[in-house]
């Protein structure tokens, strides 16, 4: 039975039906079935590529859009519209600075988004309206095999000089259109997601494009993705400074020191070590005058030691599981910024550096480093060393003066909005960057993927990847939905 299986024949398992789905042009199953294994994959993280699973979508992407005859890598000279398929449709990622950087720099933008999507990134339809982009919707309710159809349709468009890919990592539809893409512009992948799995190898785009190096080790060691094929555009948070500050959540004396956090709850566990907040109670306990304020929403199961230390330091630890739409304020008010561990944060560290706070990081893997300031390395902001950490904190906390001059070099060191424009045009034009790689060793690699696996053993399939990407695997996959039926009649007697 299904619940009998172990993580890899559950997996092996989807990809049988793959195969028997694809040979009988069952093409809405395949694709569905491919979403979900994708997502379980996504959610494992014990590898970051597939070969079998790229292999069928080669297959169904010749069954659905015909023998592929298009030159690469050859942009469109007379068109000067950039599609953007946006799989996601927030104003909270990468997809904003693009955008604003491609209309900015005079860029016809053809953009497309799901309907659902609608209402939900209110800054960036600004900025496509502002700049009189062309706005399309993929509409609701569309089987996957429509979904990808409609993208498919869009992105083959004669004017079209270069595409960007930004999107989900289990997005069938988004990468399988791109995969069939007719015209010969040039195609970016626009890797937001390189600490994990995502669907499409190397055959989705002709570059990819990192926001750290980190990534770009990961897409050379072991998505098999050759060197000159990958692009480094460092980013910056997208910022509005003329937003006012919201206020501290609890109250706050002139002498206290504001030690903020935020992010994902996930980031912070690491099984019974629980270091991260061992980092945190140290600070409490050492120095009087420190509060501990996160700021991240999070499952229960991840919330176990922040409310610990809630309930043990009542007045001093505060938690705001509420979004906030004024970070770079909050990081302008408070006097250091403490990354995850041990899994790091990226944009959490790009808004303390663009305020002019330090952001500290304690690191046992090359992901948890996060590198996403440049010079990050020089700054001495990271630290591996526990007794090497506590001693940096001290100076931190208690040497003003010394605590402001590092402020200024981390200050110095964050991209701006002028510099990401600049090499996102170079990109365009030459298919380089201004920013090089560096591939030194990709250590550590055993330590992250046990974090992933040990989370995922935990709380299995269903839990991880979520009910929303599991309830299709239901339906065309028998063997699993009668084992759920199964599950249902025995809760109801």
């Not at 501990?292 to 922040?306: C, H, N, P, Q």
């Not at 526990?386 to 605590?403: G, M, P, Q, S």
């Not at 200024?408 to 034009?429: G, H, P, Y």
Request: net charge negative.
């Amino acid at each position: 039975m299904w619940h009998k299986l172990s993580i890899d024949q559950k997996i092996n398992l989807i990809k049988r039906k793959i195969g028997k789905a694809v040979a009988r042009e069952q093409y809405d199953s395949a694709l569905l079935l491919m979403k979900c294994l994708a997502n379980i994959l996504y959610g494992y993280n014990q590898y970051y590529k597939d070969d079998f699973l790229e292999e069928q979508m080669e297959i169904l992407r010749e069954k659905l859009f015909g023998a592929l005859d298009r030159p690469r890598q050859s942009a469109a000279e007379d068109g000067n519209s950039i599609f953007f398929y946006d799989g996601l449709g927030a104003d909270d990622g990468l997809e904003l600075i693009y955008v604003k950087g491609l209309v900015k720099a005079g860029y016809h933008v053809v953009y497309l988004v799901r309907e659902s999507a609608k209402g939900k990134f209110p800054i960036m339809q600004s900025v496509l309206e502002n700049y009189h982009a062309e706005m399309i919707y993929i509409p609701t309710g569309l089987s996957t095999l429509d979904e990808c159809r409609c993208i498919y349709e869009a992105q083959n468009r004669e004017d079209i000089r270069a595409a960007f890919l930004y999107t989900l990592p289990y997005d069938v539809a988004g990468v399988m259109a791109f995969m069939g893409t007719e015209k010969p512009y040039i195609r970016y992948r626009i890797n937001f997601a390189d600490y994990a799995y995502w669907l499409g190898g190397n055959r989705t785009f002709d570059y990819c494009i990192e926001y750290r190096e980190f990534g770009a080790l990961l897409s050379d060691c072991y998505r098999g993705i050759p060197r000159e094929r990958i692009i480094l555009q460092p980013y910056y948070p997208h910022i509005d400074r003329e937003k006012e500050f919201e206020g501290f959540p609890f109250p706050v004396a002139k002498e206290d020191f504001i030690i903020f956090s935020g992010g994902t709850l996930y980031k912070t566990v690491d099984g019974e070590e629980n270091l991260y907040y061992k980092m945190i109670e140290f600070c409490l306990n050492e120095f009087a005058h420190t509060k501990f304020w996160y700021a991240g929403i999070g499952e229960d199961r991840d919330a176990v030691e922040l409310r610990r230390l809630q309930q043990k330091y009542p007045d001093r630890v505060f938690w705001s599981e509420e979004g906030r739409n004024d970070l770079f304020q909050v990081l302008r008010h408070v006097d250091l910024y403490l990354n995850t561990y041990p899994i790091g944060g990226g944009l959490m560290l790009q808004y303390a550096a663009a305020a002019g706070r330090i952001p500290l990081i304690f690191y046992r893997t090359i992901e948890s480093r996060t590198q996403t300031i440049i010079g990050q390395k020089e700054l001495g902001i990271e630290f591996n060393d526990l007794d090497a950490w506590k001693e940096e904190i001290r100076k931190v906390i208690t040497d003003e003066e010394y605590r402001m001059a590092k402020e200024q070099r981390v200050s110095d060191a964050a991209i701006d909005a002028d510099q990401f424009e600049k090499n996102l045009l170079m990109i365009l034009e030459e298919q380089k960057s201004e920013y090089e790689i560096s591939y030194a060793a990709l250590e550590g690699m055993d330590e992250i993927q046990r974090v992933y696996r040990e989370r995922f053993g935990e709380y299995g399939v269903e839990n991880v990847i979520g009910k929303e990407s599991y309830l299709p695997l239901l339906k065309v996959c028998p063997l699993i939905y009668l084992y759920s039926r199964k599950i249902k009649r025995s809760k109801k007697q």
